[in-house]
Each structure stands twice: as C-alpha cells, then as structure tokens.
C-alpha cells in the first residue's frame, strides 16, 4: 500500500477485556515498530520487528502486551486483560531496513478502555 | 537512560515570524535525530533526518541542525503560516528505536 495502514482507527472496550491492534505496514519493509503515545506525551517505545522477529521488545510494559509478525509482514499487537491505564494511541511505524532508517508511521489506534 | 526534552512546550505566534524550536538529548551517542510533524488525530510526519555526522539538513522553510557533543538540536521554521500549526517532535535514534520529546505545541495566528 500507500502507507501504513492501523486498524481499526478507534476501539472502545472495557476494563478486562482482550484486544486486537493491526498494523499493515509499507510494502517491502523489513522493520516495523510499535509504539504507544499517552495524551501530551511523546510517543514511547514498545516493540520492533526486523522480519518476522521480535529484535527488541524492551519496551512492553508487561505480559499482558504480545506482538506477532508471523509472515515478516502484517503485525497484530494484542493485549490481554486490558486496564484503564492501557488507554491510549498506539503507534505502528516501518522501515525500509531499520537501523536510522526513516520511520513512517500510521494515524494510530485510539484505545479506550472504560 | 537516554532522556530527550523539548522547550518550548507550546508557542503560540502571528503568522511571518520566524521560530526556533529546541530539543536537548542526554546521551550523545545517537544514530541519528529526526523531527517529526503530528497534526491533531493523526500520525507523524517526518519533516528531517539528520545523521549523527552531519551539522544540519534543510527542507523547504525548515532547516534543523543538529550539535552530537552538547546534546542540542535546533528547528527553524522561517516565515511562519498557519498552516505550520502543529505539534512538533524531536527524536532520537539510538540502538534500535526512537526516543520521544514530549513535543512542542506550535499554533501561528493569521
């Protein structure tokens, strides 16, 4: 595609629940990036993917958060018995190689956990 | 800890003025720097890279410059427009991902 593509763009769930994020990045990048922004924060950090692999996923704030990228392509973050504090956007970026490389992100997934 | 802050945290200005964002970095052992653009509901935009050993890199009205040894990088925006408003992030690249500032919030007034 054009871009990188999350879906869905919003999702409302309640405390406890399991939650699915997709990020379908630029085609042919090998890197991709999860990322998660608080309300007037900065972006932080989660998970990165250099094919299908986890290369670094210092940044996952506990076991409840999973990310998989099963074909070197499409990735799904998930998260488990979700808390209010899970509230928040979730980033997806790709890169053409990783290492410096320009990120180009998607618009996002607004999760609110009620 | 690699810690990346940004000041101004908003700016607010009449359109024509020329601007300077700042961005300061804790460790200088950085791959890179980038600044980003994100607009209200919407992703980032990356506006410049700059290598860890170039000085500065420019776009159109921006030019970003960046100083590995003090920590510092600068975003200059010349003859502002409201359609510039928008928060403004600076980056770091590091091992293997970026390091976020918390943004500058910049809104240019016709």
């Known amino acids: 595609g054009a871009g990188v593509s999350q879906t869905p763009s919003n999702k409302v769930t309640e405390k406890g629940k399991y939650v699915e994020l997709r990020c379908d990045p630029i085609s042919g990048h090998t890197a991709l990036y999860w990322y998660r922004q608080s309300l007037g924060q900065g972006p932080e950090f989660l998970i990165y993917?250099?094919?299908?692999?986890?290369?670094?996923d210092s940044g996952l704030p506990n076991d409840r958060f999973f990310a998989v990228r099963p074909e070197g392509s499409v990735s799904t973050l998930k998260i488990q018995r979700t808390e209010r504090g899970d509230s928040a956007v979730y980033l997806c970026?790709?890169?053409?190689?990783?290492?410096?490389?320009?990120?180009?992100f998607g618009a996002g997934t607004r999760l609110s956990v009620l | 800890k690699q810690e990346v802050t940004q000041i101004p945290a908003a700016l607010s200005v009449p359109e024509g003025e020329n601007l300077v964002l700042n961005c300061s970095f804790t460790d200088s052992a950085i791959y890179n720097l980038q600044w980003f653009r994100q607009d209200p509901g919407k992703g980032l935009t990356s506006l410049l890279l700059i290598q860890s050993s170039q000085r500065e890199q420019t776009s159109g009205r921006l030019n970003a410059s960046l100083d590995k040894s003090s920590g510092r990088s600068t975003l200059y925006i010349a003859a502002s427009q409201p359609g510039d408003s928008a928060t403004y992030l600076c980056a770091v690249f590091g091992t293997d991902k970026l390091i976020f500032g918390t943004g500058t919030r910049l809104q240019v007034f016709p």
């Open positions: 970026a790709s890169s053409s190689s990783g290492r410096g490389n320009i990120q180009y």
């Open positions: 993917f250099q094919g299908t692999g986890a290369a670094d």
